[in-house]
């Protein structure tokens, strides 16, 4: 069970770079009662996070953001601070290599992210001037930014409007309004136009908004083991209401003993311990099943986190000419 943090103030940062904000539709009126309860419970409540911080950088933003993809906060902090102090902005990373990143990564899990963090660095780096860029369009078009993340970035760094729906924040609005205990697997076109409609007019009222129910979602309304009695909304909350129903359908976990993912990170491991390329038997020594290895790496090399050498070593992408 996670504990909840000293109360203390702690407030959203304000945007640090004005950008243009969405208007609010006319239909949009966000419910007064969610918005004041949600709000007042984030000032006191909600965890200190560098991200959040007065004046960061979008950078820093999107930094967290592909990092937070499938990896818990306690594990993100300490890399996120040693990624922000080795590469403080885009250009910097841009002028390192692809296997630089994958290093810097070791072992937060899904690498991919790295190296398109990467290649997202180039592309601010190339075509907009060093600066994120701040449209969800564009941010769009970065690798490895899909619409959650685009959105997240764009509210968080620049005040917009969006709707920001993350696992936490579905599992809020889903308890709270429809009375379901899980969203479905992948966001509806209803429950978008559920989170647009209860967003605030104003784009940094709206990041608050969005944060404070994602902090909620966090560290209360959590997946397994809610704490409702402590919820600033529980007396609003249509789950709670019903009596708690249990999900209709519980996602198994998914195994990692064994599995290639399993076996693509420790042949990854031996090449990022490296300095440069190693012989192909050297990293296929790392694991026992020859079928898994080769089907491992076979993907290791389609997501660009491999390269084989013209002497037939193996390398991390940009380590090539050190063969």
């Known amino acids: ?92 990373l841009a002028a390192a290599s692809p296997a630089d990143a994958v290093r810097q990564w070791d072992r937060l899990g899904y690498p991919r992210r790295a190296v398109r963090l990467h290649s997202s660095a180039v592309i601010i780096t190339t075509r907009h001037g060093g600066q994120v860029p701040a449209l969800v369009e564009e941010l769009r078009s970065l690798p490895g930014v899909g619409s959650y993340t685009a959105a997240a970035v764009a509210s968080f760094a620049f005040g917009q409007r969006h709707a920001v729906l993350d696992t936490n924040v ?36 709206a990041a608050r908004w969005s944060v404070g129910l994602m902090e909620l979602g966090a560290l209360v309304c959590t997946a397994t083991r809610p704490r409702c009695d402590e919820c600033p909304l529980a007396s609003q909350c249509a789950w709670l209401a019903m009596g708690r129903p249990p999900a209709v359908t519980r996602r198994a976990a998914a195994g990692y003993e064994g599995t290639d993912r399993q076996c693509r990170g420790r042949l990854l491991a031996v090449l990022r311990s490296a300095g440069g390329p190693v012989a192909l038997n050297e990293v296929m020594a790392a694991w026992p099943d ?8 076979a993907a290791l090399i389609d997501d660009g986190l491999v390269t084989r050498c013209p002497d037939g070593s193996l390398a991390l992408p940009g380590d090539e000419s050190l063969a």
């Open 1 to 92: 069970m996670m504990t909840r943090p000293a109360a203390k103030p702690a407030p959203v940062a304000a945007p640090p770079v004005a950008a243009p904000r969405m208007q609010a539709d006319a239909t949009s009126a966000p419910d007064a009662r969610y918005l004041a309860q949600v709000q007042g419970w984030y000032a006191t409540h909600a965890r200190d996070l560098p991200w959040r911080q007065a004046g960061v950088s979008p950078w820093s933003i999107l930094v967290s953001e592909i990092m937070l993809q499938q990896t818990p906060v306690s594990r993100v902090l300490p890399a996120h601070a040693a990624w922000l102090s080795r590469w403080p902005e885009p250009a910097r």
């Open 290 to 297: 020859s079928a898994q290895r080769e089907r491992s790496l």
């Open 170 to 205: 579905r599992r809020v609005l889903a308890r709270l309004v429809t009375g379901e205990c899980m969203p479905r697997p992948a966001p509806t076109v209803a429950e978008v136009r559920l989170a647009e409609s209860l967003l605030p007019p104003d784009g940094r009222e």
